[in-house]
């Protein structure tokens, strides 16, 4: 009982003190209100693993976790690097890439928006455990297997959302390129692809996530002995939870990062949509 009073405690201080902060304006408050909350819920955590006696291979405790991250920081780093730098960003810049350049493609041709849009659903649809095996046997064990298994993972929706964005334009907008004699690609790149910029953007910032799932899922499949998700896969035979729990933080942080970079070049390229403004 006193327990769960303790916790109830620091639960209702914490959101008081948030609701308090949280009436006032600015960007330098909304940080504080997210900070707070998430140290509010590690110490929540915290406090109910060592209350509770829970063992460390059902929940260990986030101080735990944190002394596995410091004492593993080389690992992780080196996790980082083969499952987020090389697969899951590299695969991530093909297949946004082969995406845009399919989408104009699509918007080139009424043939291809026919017959492409149908296959690209269909590979969207594929499952990653019947994908991943398939691309390691083809690409190896390295990270050229993980990187293709995310391009088939992005494709689709910045393919869908692109070619949304290709028909944002009115008819009188691409009216008055026409009287100026412009042709498609004058007309692709100096109204329709811009204007396309807001939908282009919004798959690349929910492809972001897909990318990291996809990187880890697929080194459960085959991989070196190194990786996000060969390491989860090992400690949790060896039941290293407190290891388990440093990597899947280790995503968490890089998937926060990733979105956040994208959302702030999205920022910069579409000034001008409503949608950025202040």
Not at 55 to 80: H, R
Not at 153 to 162: A, C, E, Q, S, Y
Not at 175 to 194: E, F, I, N, Q, V
């Amino acid at each position: 009982m006193t327990a769960a009073l303790s916790i109830l405690a620091v639960w209702l201080g914490a959101m008081g003190l948030n609701r308090r902060i949280a009436r006032n304006e600015g960007p330098l408050y909304a940080i504080i209100v997210a900070a707070i909350f998430g140290i509010t819920l590690l110490v929540l955590w915290e406090m109910v693993v060592r209350l509770y006696h829970v063992a460390p291979v059902i929940l260990p405790a986030p101080s735990a976790i944190g002394k596995s991250l410091a004492a593993n920081l080389p690992l992780l780093w080196g996790d980082f690097v083969q499952t987020i730098l090389k697969g899951a960003v590299v695969g991530w810049v093909i297949g946004a890439l082969a995406a845009i350049l399919t989408a104009i493609a699509i918007d080139r041709s009424p043939f291809l928006q026919r017959g492409l849009l149908p296959i690209g659903n269909f590979v969207a649809a594929l499952p990653i455990v019947g994908i991943a095996p398939i691309m390691v046997m083809w690409f190896g064990f390295d990270w050229h297997s993980k990187a293709a298994v995310v391009v088939i993972m992005v494709f689709f929706p910045i393919l869908v959302n692109t070619v949304a964005g290709l028909k944002a334009t009115d008819s009188l907008q691409r009216d008055l390129m026409a009287t100026w004699s412009a042709g498609y690609w004058p007309s692709l790149l100096k109204m329709r692809l811009p204007a396309a910029m807001p939908f282009i953007f919004n798959g690349l910032k929910i492809t972001t996530t897909l990318a990291l799932i996809g990187a880890i899922v697929a080194e459960f499949f085959g991989s070196p002995t190194r990786g996000m998700g060969f390491r989860i896969s090992t400690a949790v035979g060896q039941l290293n939870l407190p290891l388990v729990w440093a990597e899947i933080a280790v995503a968490a942080l890089a998937g926060t990062l990733f979105y956040g970079i994208v959302a702030l070049i999205e920022r910069r390229v579409t000034f001008w949509h409503p949608s950025q403004r202040q």
